[in-house]
């Protein structure tokens, strides 16, 4: 089984700009989560999307957003960058329960997207 | 509000020695504990979960709501246990996790 695949792996920005991140979950998986590590914060939740919505939402502003397609792939986007926005931001897919359940807390990361905010 | 705490960035102990990573949460719910590791140049991965109450290479950890912590011990590390491991909690019902800062074991020859 493929694992989680992230794109692109690394990028530069300048500030002001906006960011699209890629996820695609393994297979049959449709929970996606975002994360946003830093050295300084350590790994906080952005959030959840299953089935196409969002069902979990972490305490990052709305210049932070994003969508699940029907073959759950998830994208992120960050608007008007900033410097502090310098992260890497990993996925995660799992089972993700259904009818009210959350599956069983086993979460699968990809290898991140490193973005750097000039 | 939720919080992990995990006190120690930095945990060096020799191979064959005990090892105790520290955990405490914060919740007024009932949580769901997990360990999660990071290996070098691996992916993050889950290590262990609090309601499998399972040993994971050799590592266990117990839930204390009482004293609200969840630390992860081995008896004896091995060197291939030198590692980031994080203390997770999540919320139970919703899928949304918590993590501590991690805690890095590094166990010397």
């Known amino acids: 089984k493929a694992g989680v695949t992230q794109t692109p792996r690394y990028l530069i920005k300048t500030r002001g700009q906006q960011v699209t991140l890629s996820c695609s979950p393994i297979?049959?998986?449709?929970?996606v989560s975002w994360y946003q590590q830093t050295p300084g914060q350590g790994l906080q939740f952005l959030f959840e999307y299953f089935s196409e919505t969002q069902r979990n939402k972490g305490n990052f502003p709305g210049r932070f957003s994003g969508r699940q397609f029907s073959n759950s792939r998830s994208e992120m986007n960050v608007s008007t960058l900033e410097l502090g926005d310098s992260a890497l931001y990993l996925c995660?897919?799992?089972?993700?329960?259904?009818?009210?359940?959350?599956?069983?807390?086993?979460?699968?990361f990809g290898e991140g997207s490193r973005l750097t905010v000039l | 509000a939720q919080r992990v705490t995990q006190p120690e960035k930095l945990l060096s102990v020799f191979k064959g020695a005990p090892v105790e990573l520290k955990c405490n949460y914060s919740?007024?719910?009932?949580?769901?504990l997990f360990w999660y590791v990071q290996y070098s140049r691996q992916r993050l991965q889950l290590l262990l979960r609090?309601?499998s109450r399972e040993s994971i290479k050799g590592f266990t950890a117990d839930l204390n709501k009482g004293e609200t912590s969840f630390h992860l011990k081995k008896p004896f590390a091995q060197e291939e246990d030198s590692a980031m491991y994080y203390c997770v909690l999540r919320m139970r019902n919703f899928n949304k996790f918590y993590f501590g800062s991690g805690t890095k074991l590094n166990v010397k020859p």
């Open positions: 995660a897919s799992s089972l993700g329960g259904d009818r009210g359940l959350v599956g069983t807390g086993e979460l699968f």
């Open positions: 609090h309601i």
């Open positions: 919740y007024s719910g009932s949580p769901e």
């Open positions: 297979s049959g998986h449709r929970s």
